[in-house]
């Protein structure tokens, strides 16, 4: 089951999905803290055959990491699918991410869905350690554009 959602970065603003804060490095850095607790839950749940439970750590460690780079800039999401509008918008109409992240936490995200919400969701053993590794990249990813946020706009952050 594949929801379509349609709504772009300005859509997410207008409905209040997205909200400016103001910028928070603490706040960030905590949201990175909580990505890697995920990211070892999603390893352990994968080694121990709980492989539903580490697909949906995965994606939490991928939304923690993606989340602390809002907080870093300056805005707080209401909505896990306007996180990669944010990402999309911020940082790859930019070039400064590629877009196959993008793909990768919305696909997660619809993962994330349909194990939350679905009876007839299980995951296999490959599911769950291809997740388990793309969210340890995804968030590797996420740091190192914090560091060249910080490091293309040192003034902002």
Partial sequence: MVRELK???????KEGLLRRIPPSKGRAEGSMKAALRWLEEGEKDSDGEAFASSVLS????????????????????RSHYC??????????KTSLLERKWIELLDHYRELRHEGQYSVSFFATKDEAKSASKTAKEFVE??????QEVIETEPSKH
């Avoid at 709504?7 to 603003?13: A, I, N, P, T, Y």
């Avoid at 996180?83 to 790859?92: G, P, Q, T, W």
């Fill in 7 to 13: 709504f772009d970065f300005d859509d997410c603003v």
């Fill in 58 to 77: 995965s994606y939490l460690a991928m939304f923690h990491s993606a989340r602390a780079i809002l907080f870093f800039d300056g805005f707080r999401e």
């Fill in 83 to 92: 996180i990669a509008r944010y990402l999309e918008e911020r940082y790859v």
């Fill in 141 to 146: 990813r996420m740091k190192k554009l914090m």
